[in-house]
């Protein structure tokens, strides 16, 4: 019933998790991958032996999930239907700082013995006692200050407790009674909405049924793509039923252009598919289920035997059956659940023990399930002990990370429609990708570059050109530019003022006749200076962009001008009432120099996130194009101890006193990819500090370094270029 509202509103939709293993679910259209032509199991998802109702686990387009959700209320009763409440718990470093700034220390002291706490593993999360023991500074600090002492001390006692509420991100329950009935409830003070008091496992335990209504960004992304497809070009895209075969496709994702598609992005995977090559929807997915801990140590022998056959081995031709498509490789935790059931005699409530052993990582636990597979594939299987361990050796990297075979398809079909979109339709598609990431300054700046890699320039807001958000301009549809809602300090009403009045009588002719007929309160020193240091008057200013200091100068006579002419007719004023009967007036602007480039540059930083027009860098291009990596190729694959010398701009310099007295700083550096913390130390900073100003461009040496999973720079030496 839910996913067929979606369908019928168009909303779109995916599952996770086991359910695409079920052929009624994708029969009845509850599913999107076809559970026979990718051979998933159905026992991962329902089996006699399973204790638990089966889950279904949605995921909708966000910008629309909560469309859903007043569906389910409207549909099953407001009393019957309410999100899951969580609570949120002290973990190591939170109680640590909270017991510090509780305490009366200063934010600097609990900061510091916090970033000594390591960063947990993937479901395992990290506690103080653990941390001690593998960080000898730690342990270092608590045995020698009593202030460190007294914090972690007191930190281990709040440890896990819960520290405040909020709502789970994806749960929903549905009741057959007034949810009164079964849990208590209350209301989230942050967004108002209805929740349970209970969290989701005592839900479950109450007796009712967990639904998962997860908002994906990308499927958002994927909507938008396709109605701007349908605007520019008049197609109408189903994206359920595109070919899965498309060589512009699988050509895009050889060369690594995987910016913006989703889980195919990153450095490290975008490697590994050039390499791989891709030509079948069954790469992307095992590419979804390998590119983990653990199975990615699987990702070279896949590639190996995809461009060799002969290289394809079976450890036992059984296997054959389910390994075929992988080229005889374990790659999903279905993979390592069949071989038990096949090799080792295991039941389906077995092989989910096992599956479950294998993820809690408990080695008394680990070691039981191991004597037990092991004795099965000798006495059911008729294995070699060699062979069994041979087996065993393959299964236990896929420990806790293995991939569900069902989900893997799930996420590789929306991965590959994410990566037609931008291969078919790469405007309509980076569009999308602006206008979903807006006010994320980071992607905004990374998106802007890949698009201009792919021949799409990106233009700054124009008041006569721009929508809301990110739209596709120019003659050929072949440009992106700014919306006048990504403008910093541009409110939505005065953007909906300005593009009401030009749907009404056109474009707007001059910057008189702009001031003259867009009478919004809203129009403000404050917006209309935003205005223009975001480019949106160019076309207006004497010189375009050079002009933008004309028009700041006489910001005062064109607020005035625009009181004047928007007044009504029955005040005194010299122009009121003019404006429906006639041309406005002219408005004369004394001329002023120009604004100079980098003020205009920083502007368009600040109010947009990006620089436009050019990058304080574009002068040392020289310098640019002699650096072996980019801030962007650090952050995707850290080097710890990587030499680099690097072209960079200065964005942000906090200077601080050592101990000793000595100042140091810490500064933000950027280049056209991305930014990242640096460090210079006492000794070069009182060489060099006079250099490092914010604004400023400078060729930086140092080394990348890394604590607690936090990159930045240590740098050696600095100049000015």
Same mark, same amino acid.
């Given at each position: 019933?839910?996913?067929?509202?979606?369908?019928?509103?168009?909303?779109?939709?995916?599952?996770?998790?086991?359910?695409?293993?079920?052929?009624?679910?994708?029969?009845?259209?509850?599913?999107?991958?076809?559970?026979?032509?990718?051979?998933?199991?159905?026992?991962?998802?329902?089996?006699?032996?399973?204790?638990?109702?089966?889950?279904?686990?949605?995921?909708?387009?966000?910008?629309?999930?909560?469309?859903?959700?007043?569906?389910?209320?409207?549909?099953?009763?407001?009393?019957?239907?309410?999100?899951?409440?969580?609570?949120?718990?002290?973990?190591?470093?939170?109680?640590?700082?909270?017991?510090?700034?509780?305490?009366?220390?200063?934010?600097?002291?609990?900061?510091?013995?916090?970033?000594?706490?390591?960063?947990?593993?993937?479901?395992?999360?990290?506690?103080?006692?653990?941390?001690?023991?593998?960080?000898?500074?730690?342990?270092?600090?608590?045995?020698?200050?009593?202030?460190?002492?007294?914090?972690?001390?007191?930190?281990?006692?709040?440890?896990?407790?819960?520290?405040?509420?909020?709502?789970?991100?994806?749960?929903?329950?549905?009741?057959?009674?007034?949810?009164?009935?079964?849990?208590?409830?209350?209301?989230?003070?942050?967004?108002?909405?209805?929740?349970?008091?209970?969290?989701?496992?005592?839900?479950?335990?109450?007796?009712?049924?967990?639904?998962?209504?997860?908002?994906?960004?990308?499927?958002?992304?994927?909507?938008?793509?396709?109605?701007?497809?349908?605007?520019?070009?008049?197609?109408?895209?189903?994206?359920?039923?595109?070919?899965?075969?498309?060589?512009?496709?699988?050509?895009?994702?050889?060369?690594?252009?995987?910016?913006?598609?989703?889980?195919?992005?990153?450095?490290?995977?975008?490697?590994?598919?050039?390499?791989?090559?891709?030509?079948?929807?069954?790469?992307?997915?095992?590419?979804?289920?390998?590119?983990?801990?653990?199975?990615?140590?699987?990702?070279?022998?896949?590639?190996?035997?995809?461009?060799?056959?002969?290289?394809?081995?079976?450890?036992?031709?059984?296997?054959?059956?389910?390994?075929?498509?992988?080229?005889?490789?374990?790659?999903?935790?279905?993979?390592?659940?069949?071989?038990?059931?096949?090799?080792?005699?295991?039941?389906?409530?077995?092989?989910?023990?096992?599956?479950?052993?294998?993820?809690?990582?408990?080695?008394?636990?680990?070691?039981?399930?191991?004597?037990?597979?092991?004795?099965?594939?000798?006495?059911?299987?008729?294995?070699?002990?060699?062979?069994?361990?041979?087996?065993?050796?393959?299964?236990?990297?896929?420990?806790?990370?293995?991939?569900?075979?069902?989900?893997?398809?799930?996420?590789?079909?929306?991965?590959?429609?994410?990566?037609?979109?931008?291969?078919?339709?790469?405007?309509?598609?980076?569009?999308?990708?602006?206008?979903?990431?807006?006010?994320?300054?980071?992607?905004?700046?990374?998106?802007?570059?890949?698009?201009?890699?792919?021949?799409?320039?990106?233009?700054?807001?124009?008041?006569?050109?721009?929508?809301?958000?990110?739209?596709?301009?120019?003659?050929?549809?072949?440009?992106?530019?700014?919306?006048?809602?990504?403008?910093?300090?541009?409110?939505?009403?005065?953007?909906?003022?300005?593009?009401?009045?030009?749907?009404?009588?056109?474009?707007?002719?001059?910057?008189?006749?702009?001031?003259?007929?867009?009478?919004?309160?809203?129009?403000?020193?404050? !917006?209309? %200076?935003?205005? &223009?240091?975001?480019?949106?008057?160019?076309?207006?200013?004497? +010189?375009?962009?050079? @002009? =933008?200091?004309?028009?700041?100068?006489?910001?005062?006579?064109?607020?005035?001008?625009?009181?004047?002419?928007?007044?009504?007719?029955?005040?005194?004023?010299?122009?009121?009432?003019?404006?429906?009967?006639?041309?406005?007036?002219?408005?004369?602007?004394?001329?002023?120099?120009?604004?100079?480039?980098?003020?205009?540059?920083?502007?368009?930083?600040?109010?947009?996130?990006?620089?436009?027009?050019?990058?304080?860098?574009?002068?040392?291009?020289?310098?640019?194009?002699?650096?072996?990596?980019?801030?962007?190729?650090?952050?995707?694959?850290?080097?710890?101890?990587?030499?680099?010398?690097?072209?960079?701009?200065?964005?942000?310099?906090?200077?601080?006193?050592?101990?000793?007295?000595?100042?140091?700083?810490?500064?933000?550096?950027?280049?056209?990819?991305? !930014?990242? %913390?640096?460090? &210079?130390?006492?000794?070069?900073?009182?060489?060099?500090?006079? +250099?490092?100003?914010? @604004? =400023?461009?400078?060729?930086?040496?140092?080394?990348?370094?890394?604590?607690?999973?936090?990159?930045?720079?240590?740098?050696?030496?600095?100049?000015?270029?």
């Amino acid at each position: 019933d839910l996913l067929t509202f979606a369908k019928n509103a168009g909303i779109l939709t995916t599952t996770r998790g086991s359910a695409a293993g079920s052929l009624v679910s994708y029969a009845t259209g509850i599913t999107n991958v076809d559970p026979l032509a990718y051979k998933l199991p159905f026992e991962r998802f329902l089996n006699p032996e399973r204790p638990k109702a089966p889950d279904i686990d949605m995921d909708y387009a966000d910008n629309r999930r909560d469309e859903v959700i007043a569906y389910a209320k409207q549909k099953y009763g407001d009393d019957h239907v309410a999100q899951i409440g969580t609570f949120g718990t002290l973990m190591a470093r939170a109680a640590v700082r909270d017991v510090a700034r509780a305490l009366g220390h200063s934010y600097g002291t609990g900061d510091r013995i916090a970033k000594l706490i390591p960063i947990g593993q993937q479901g395992f999360p990290m506690t103080i006692e653990r941390a001690f023991k593998e960080e000898p500074e730690l342990k270092a600090l608590y045995d020698e200050d009593d202030d460190a002492k007294e914090i972690l001390d007191l930190a281990q006692r709040i440890e896990g407790c819960a520290r405040h509420t909020g709502v789970h991100a994806a749960g929903v329950v549905i009741s057959p009674t007034p949810l009164t009935e079964w849990t208590p409830l209350s209301v989230d003070p942050k967004t108002g909405k209805l929740i349970t008091q209970y969290d989701m496992h005592a839900v479950e335990d109450a007796g009712l049924l967990k639904y998962d209504f997860l908002g994906i960004k990308n499927l958002s992304i994927l909507a938008d793509a396709m109605d701007r497809v349908r605007e520019t070009k008049g197609i109408v895209i189903d994206i359920e039923n595109i070919p899965l075969d498309d060589p512009l496709t699988f050509a895009m994702l050889a060369r690594g252009e995987t910016e913006g598609t989703f889980q195919l992005n990153g450095s490290g995977m975008t490697r590994y598919l050039k390499e791989l090559r891709p030509t079948t929807i069954h790469d992307i997915n095992a590419m979804v289920a390998l590119y983990r801990p653990g199975p990615m140590e699987t990702i070279p022998q896949y590639i190996e035997r995809k461009k060799n056959p002969k290289l394809i081995r079976y450890m036992d031709e059984r296997m054959k059956d389910y390994l075929d498509a992988s080229y005889g490789l374990l790659v999903y935790q279905d993979d390592v659940l069949l071989t038990a059931i096949t090799l080792g005699g295991y039941s389906w409530l077995e092989a989910d023990t096992l599956r479950k052993a294998m993820g809690k990582k408990i080695p008394a636990e680990m070691e039981a399930q191991k004597e037990k597979l092991l004795k099965g594939f000798e006495e059911h299987g008729k294995l070699s002990k060699e062979k069994a361990a041979a087996i065993w050796k393959l299964i236990e990297p896929f420990a806790a990370y293995g991939f569900n075979k069902a989900h893997a398809a799930s996420y590789g079909k929306v991965a590959y429609q994410t990566a037609y979109m931008k291969a078919n339709h790469p405007v309509e598609y980076m569009a999308a990708l602006l206008t979903a990431d807006a006010g994320d300054t980071d992607s905004i700046a990374v998106l802007v570059a890949e698009a201009k890699r792919l021949n799409i320039p990106v233009l700054p807001p124009d008041i006569n050109e721009s929508g809301a958000e990110f739209t596709i301009a120019g003659e050929d549809k072949g440009t992106i530019r700014f919306g006048l809602v990504t403008i910093k300090n541009f409110g939505e009403g005065i953007a909906q003022a300005i593009m009401e009045e030009r749907a009404a009588r056109g474009p707007f002719a001059s910057i008189a006749d702009f001031l003259s007929r867009v009478g919004s309160r809203n129009l403000n020193k404050k !917006s209309l %200076e935003s205005l &223009i240091k975001a480019g949106a008057l160019d076309r207006f200013a004497p +010189d375009g962009a050079l @002009g =933008r200091g004309t028009l700041l100068a006489n910001l005062d006579r064109m607020l005035e001008f625009h009181r004047d002419m928007t007044k009504p007719a029955e005040q005194d004023s010299l122009f009121a009432g003019l404006g429906a009967f006639a041309a406005p007036p002219e408005l004369s602007l004394t001329p002023a120099p120009p604004m100079p480039l980098v003020e205009s540059l920083a502007a368009e930083r600040d109010l947009l996130g990006i620089y436009v027009s050019g990058h304080p860098l574009d002068a040392c291009e020289d310098a640019s194009a002699k650096a072996k990596y980019t801030i962007a190729d650090i952050k995707n694959e850290p080097q710890p101890g990587l030499p680099l010398i690097l072209p960079v701009l200065v964005e942000d310099v906090r200077a601080l006193l050592t101990k000793k007295g000595d100042k140091m700083a810490f500064v933000r550096f950027a280049d056209k990819t991305d !930014s990242i %913390e640096g460090v &210079i130390f006492p000794k070069l900073f009182k060489e060099r500090g006079a +250099d490092v100003v914010a @604004g =400023r461009c400078l060729l930086i040496k140092g080394t990348v370094s890394s604590r607690n999973g936090e990159l930045s720079l240590a740098i050696e030496n600095l100049k000015p270029i």
